[in-house]
């Protein structure tokens, strides 16, 4: 089994920043790739941000030059920096991970708890 552990979510003003991580631990023989989806409410999920294995970045068009993407290979960790957060990035954020627990193995998608993120004065 592989788990998902997220932080740093929280409450900031509007301009403000925020830093969430995401550490994956248990049966990984390969991470192909680690992501941050976003639900807000009524909404439904989507991607934010991707990185592969190989380091190939994606954003959604509306967060793109706000947010950075970036992961520690050797901690099984994936960061998400946000900023010049804006009232419409509130969500809960989700970090997901496709994961291969062995060496013939196809990749599984794992899902992280999620955290809130609320940008609000």
């Known amino acids: 089994q592989v788990q998902l552990v997220e932080s740093g979510g929280g409450l900031v003003q509007p301009g403000g920043s925020l830093r969430l991580s995401c550490a994956a631990s248990?049966?990984?023989?390969?991470?192909?790739?680690m992501a941050w989806y976003r639900q807000a409410p009524g909404k439904e999920r989507e991607l934010v941000a991707l990185i592969t294995s190989g380091g190939s970045i994606n954003y959604v068009d509306s967060v793109t030059g706000r947010f950075t993407i970036s992961k520690d290979n050797a901690k099984n960790t994936v960061y998400l920096q946000m900023n010049s957060l804006k009232a419409e990035d509130t969500a809960v954020y989700y970090c997901?991970?496709?994961?291969?627990?062995?060496?013939?193995?196809?990749?599984?998608?794992?899902w992280g708890q999620g955290t809130q993120v609320t940008v609000s004065s």
């Open positions: 997901n991970a496709e994961v291969r627990v062995g060496p013939t193995t196809l990749g599984i998608n794992y």
């Open positions: 248990g049966s990984i023989f390969r991470i192909n790739h």
